[in-house]
């Protein structure tokens, strides 16, 4: 009895605390990290891989001879801080690595530099052979927009349950036709969990 | 010895409560000085709940509204749960006293936090984070609204049990021009504008409704909720804010009621009491009333403070009977730290967060600006402190 007691009391250390770097690579660790009722990493993995599939098994990008995407407006309708770069970044660069269409960063402000290097026309300083030239810039003929939407709903909860709440999350993504406005390919991913409390912030 | 040691404790428990009211008073002198680092270097190293509020509020008026919402996120990461305070504020607080508690925000704390916030971010043109807060601040409001419900009936029942304390409580009642639920309009009105300004009318109306429901004679809303309602975007439009005076203070206020076993039971609670000083802005219309909104809220809590002060004292007075009467040896020392441990545990909490205003106006102008403007002036004692524009549009800013 007296050497259950210390061996227990290891196995209940052992258990406890410490740093734990998740190993993205390896699909049981990500899969055994403990789930949130925020969005967490593999909402917006399995999110984000879903919407390019979907969006490229439509064939809507071959409707455009070269299709060039500017990135739109992403609303966030929830009530958590959430930068939505976290997933349009993963649905561009899948896009990108596709081959299948070109991402437009000049049109929408986020790069800002090829800006500043047409300011350096006529800059004695500046070799203007290296300086762009004008109408080399490409506009985008589609862009992606979007909305993360959050639903709180109260669960009946007994003495012993964890569970009191469940939260409905919805991202919805559009791409739109620039030249017609019309909306050429939409879907929507919905996330719900159940657990305690919906997160606020 | 035993007065001297009464003494000496009564100038000790004055001293708590009018410390706490010396350090409100000079806050607010700060801020008619529009000295608002004065006030954040006096609460920037405690950061406790109050402190967290005044700095936040301090930050904006000085235009720091970066550092204003982080300071009110920390305090709402603090207060997740805030709506369930009507009874953890008191019960903590009977053990040593409620001012030696961390002061438990008021639900209409968390509402101007969520209405400071909005300010913060619109200032920064973080139109989507601003999104976000509206969002915070429906779903609290919702969560109050069954709380405050909730602690009504409690109160009800807890009164129902006892008559002498219903009959004092009854006899103390105050009667105020007060809401009939947790909500603010101020922080309505500025998030249908929010919406009114992106084009979501749908969510515009919702908000603009709820504003119009409190504040039924404000014209300006009703102005605004037409153009929702007509899906119209207003243009070359500014919205003037003015918040004018200091909400309601709290001080400490000795009662008695006498029972027949125990003999004269003494209890202590905080008593409201309305700032004088204001300014009724020309061309503006109220748009909350803050002194209200404070006092619909604090009624139900002072009824709560005093069922549970009263009750504790009834308690800590049989034990120090007990005491008294066990015949040891050392009945008289443990009587006299009982009755030392009774009084310095009895004082009222009168921290409040004294930099809201008493009441907050609005006017709404065309401007020849082609654009659509917030402007929010901070007026105390007759002095604007503060006056910042802010153009309503989309930013980049992340």
Known sequence: MKRMIPLALCLALTACGGTRVVDLNDA????????????EYRDWTNTAKKMTE?????????????????IGNIVNDTTQRIDTDILTKKIRTTLLKSGKAQIATNFSGEDTTSNTVRNLRNN???????????????????????????RNLKLESGWFSSVDTRVEYYLQMTLTDLKSGLSVWEDEEPIIKEGKDAPTW | MRRIIYFVLFLFLCGCASTMQSHLNDIQNDFANSDFRTTTESVASEQNNLDL???????FLDGKYSESDSTFEEFNKRNLSETSSSISREAAGLLVGQSVNSYKPYMMDSLFVSYYQLWDLLALHDWSNARVVINQSYKRQQDMSIEYKKLIEDNKNEIATDSQISEFIN?????????????NPALMYLSGIYFLNDGDFDNAITYLKRADGMMPNNRY????LEMAQKRIRPTNTTWRFIETGFAPRLREENASIYLFNLGLIQFTFSDAYLMPNYTVPKNAELLANVD??????????RVNEILRAYTTAVSKTTAQALLYNSHSDYAPLLGIMSSIYTASSSNADVRTWATLPKYIYIERYKNNDKTNNLIYNREINGKIVNDKIIELTKGEHK
Do not use: R
């Open chain 1, 28 to 39: 049981d660790e990500v899969n055994a990290m403990q789930h949130v009722m925020e969005l």
């Open chain 1, 54 to 70: 979907s969006m490229l098994d439509s064939g809507v990008l071959k409707s455009q001879p070269k299709p060039v995407i500017a």
């Open chain 1, 124 to 150: 004695a300083e500046y070799d203007q052979n290296t300086i762009a030239q004008t109408g080399t810039l490409i506009a985008p003929n589609m862009s992606l927009s979007g909305k993360m939407i959050q």
């Open chain 2, 53 to 59: 509020l005044i700095n936040g509020t301090a930050l």
């Open chain 2, 171 to 183: 006899t103390n009642a105050k009667d105020w021009l007060a809401f009939s639920d947790i909500m």
């Open chain 2, 221 to 224: 809303i009703q102005q605004d």
């Open chain 2, 292 to 301: 209200a909104l404070f006092m619909t809220e604090y009624n139900e809590y």
